[in-house]
């Protein structure tokens, strides 16, 4: 190989490991797992939106057809596999995303991908990225927020837990209070 080969394929190797953040961004579908309360698992991608009746999605499984929407009652959290993060993306390899809290709510509880916790009910609806494309957002207490930020949302229990256990009623930090949780 000549000097000048070595050269261009050491460039072009650069500029791919430089855009990858934004490949990223760009490419692809988050994929969510859905635990529904009976035990059940769905993959879903993408997530089109979610309101006070039910969960809209496109594709759940191995991509089979377009996904039947799932009661909002049924589910118990959805988790984000992150791929799409920006926040992940620039940890790095290293990043490990938050835990999923344990136990029922009385609230929704939003974990983001930075960690923070905000509860609140929850939606995702429409909205759009920079290109003007469909980018579904999450609007919790009236803020706003890119999906790809999200790392888990736990629904609140609902009223007539079958374990006759009450939820339990989260703990406040500070930075919960900020976010006007």
């Known amino acids: 190989m ?10 072009a190797l650069c500029l791919c490991a430089l855009c990858r953040t934004t490949a990223l961004a760009q490419g692809g579908w988050d994929v969510w797992t859905v635990q529904l309360r009976d035990g059940t698992r769905l993959e879903v991608a993408p997530v089109w939106s979610l309101d006070e009746k039910e969960l809209r999605f496109g594709f759940s499984g191995g991509g089979e057809g377009k996904g039947t929407p799932t009661p909002r009652p049924l589910i118990r959290h ?5 791929h799409n993060s920006e ?12 835990a999923l809290p344990e136990g029922d709510f009385d609230r929704d509880l939003v974990v983001l991908d930075d960690g923070r916790r905000v509860f609140g ?46 939820p339990r009623r989260p703990r406040r930090s500070g930075r919960d209070r900020r976010r006007g949780a």
Do not use: C
């Open 2 to 11: 000549s000097l000048k080969t070595i050269l261009m394929v050491s460039i």
């Open 78 to 82: 959805m988790s984000n596999v992150l």
């Open 87 to 98: 926040y992940r993306a620039s940890k790095g390899a290293g990043y490990v995303p938050p």
């Open 121 to 166: 009910p929850v939606i995702i609806r429409a909205g759009a990225g920079k290109s003007g494309a469909y980018l579904p957002v999450l609007v919790q207490n009236g803020v706003e927020t890119d999906l790809t930020r999200v790392a888990h949302i736990k629904f609140a229990a609902p009223p007539n837990n079958p374990k006759g256990n009450r």
